[in-house]
C-alpha cells in the first residue's frame, strides 16, 4: 500500500461506530463506493483506495443529503465530493479481513496521495439504486421549497369563481422569470469580471448561468392558483462551487430585494445606488406590471402551504415608480422588434417570396414561434469558420424575446434582438473554438477534448486571430 506521509493524526480508535450500510453505489469484484449512516444520522461515503495482502485501504467522509443527490444525479463529480467537502480533514482507514480497523488516519485534502483521488470528471454513470428513489427524491423536493417564493393569484371579482383566467397566469409566470433572468444577468456582471474565469468566454458563462438558474415551479395548488417558485442549485453541474453558492444566494436576495420587498422611501435609495436606470427597469417593471391596480387579479406572497398570507402585492406610489424607473429617452433604447407573419399573394425570385404591399392579405403579430436558421460559415468580426456542411440551429421567439439552445456546445443565449442574438452565437462558437485550440490539451478536461474534436469535425477552414 501506499505509504502515506503527512499524516495529521493516527489512532486506532474508529469515530463512527454502529454503521448500518445504506447501498453499495460503485461495485466492480467487490465494492468501490459504498454509502453509510451512523447512529446520529450522519451520512457518510467509504471509497476504496489501496490494499495489501490482509487489508483494505477506505477514504471515508461525510456528506450532506443535497451533495449526494446532486453527485447521483451527475451535478458533482467523486473528486469533488472529496476536495470540496466542507471538512478540512478526511479519514483513511485500514480495515483487515475480519472487518477490524487497524489504524485510522485523519489527513488534511490537500496531503491526499494523487493516487487516491477519482479523476477529473468523475461524474456518476451508473443506475441509481431503488432504495434512494423515493428518500432522494423526496429530499430534493424539500430542498427546493425550502427557500421558495410562494405565490397565490385569485380574481377580484367573483366573476369566475375561483377559476383563474389563463391569459393572467401566463402574465404572472412570464414577468416574473423576466425579472428573475434580469436579476441573474445584471447581478453576475456586478459581483464577478471575466478575470475571476480566466479559462472560460465570459459571455458564454453568463448565459451557462442564467440557464442553470431558470425558475422552476416544484409545488402547485389549484381553486385559485398556488405556486412556489425557487431554483436549482443542486441538480446542475458545477462551473465553481462559487459560483453555485452565488446562484443560491443570489435568489434568495431576489426574493428579498424584489418579490417581498417594500419599496418605500427608505428602501429606494440603496436600489438607485446599486443599479442604474437600464438595470431597475429590466428588474422592476415585471413586478409592477403584475401587480397594477387595473389588473383584474391579485397576487398574494404566502407561507409553503399557501394558507398564511404574509401580504398582497400592490402597486407602488407614483413619486416612487417615477424615481424606481424614471422615463428613458427613446434615443437611449433600442427599438423593440416584433415578429410578423405575413400572407399574400406575390412571386418566388432566387426561392425567396416576393409580395408588394398592396398584395399582403393579412400580417399577425406573434408571440411564439421556432425558426430554423442554416448557415456554411460561422463568422464574427475578422474571424472565420468555415464548415464541411450546412450548420442548422434553432431560435425560439417568446414574446419579445429571442432564445437560442444549442446543447451540442452548452450555448445558451436570450437577446431582443434577433440579429444580436444570432451574432451571438457566432461569437461563442468562436471563442470556444478559440479556447479548445489555443491551449496543450493535456489542460483540457475529458468532456473539453470532446467538445474541441466536435468542434473539429465540423469545420473545414479556420480562419481565427488568436
Known sequence: MENL???AFVSTHFPYPDLNKVSDLIYYEGPILSHFVDKKGKNLL??????????NRWLIFEIDKSSLINYLHKGISLRDLVLKNRSDFLLLADINESLGIEFSNL????NLPEIYLPKEGSYFEFSIPQIYANSLEDEYLHSLLSDSINLKIENKTQKYLSAVKVDNLLTVLRNVKLSFT???????????????????????LISTVVKDSELLIPNLEYGSFCASFTTDYLMSKEISPKIQQWRKDTFLRFKSEVIEADLDINALQPLLNKYDDFD????YSPILEISKDSNDYKISITDKTFKKIKRTLKPISKPIQDKLI??????????KESLFQIIGIGEKVNEQPKISKKNILESKELDYAELTQSTNTIFYHENELYLKEQFDFKIVYDRGNYVIDYT???????????ESVKNELYKSIIDLYKRLTKVNEKELSLKEIKLKNELLDIVSIPNIKY
Not at 107 to 110: L, R
Not at 326 to 335: W, Y
Not at 409 to 417: K, Q
Request: hydrophobic fraction near 35%.
Open 280 to 283: 431597475r427597469k429590466a428588474i
Open 107 to 110: 489527513i488534511k485534502k490537500e
Open 182 to 204: 434580469s436579476f441573474i444577468s445584471i447581478n453576475f456582471r456586478k459581483d464577478f469580471t471575466s478575470e475571476d474565469f480566466l479559462s472560460l468566454n465570459f459571455e458564454t
Open 408 to 418: 451540442p456546445f452548452e450555448i445558451h443565449l436570450e437577446n431582443v434582438s434577433f
Open 5 to 7: 506521509s503527512n499524516i
Open 326 to 335: 424614471p422615463k428613458i429617452k427613446s434615443i437611449d433604447i433600442e427599438k
Open 46 to 55: 467509504y471509497l476504496w483506495v489501496d490494499n495489501d495482502s490482509s487489508r
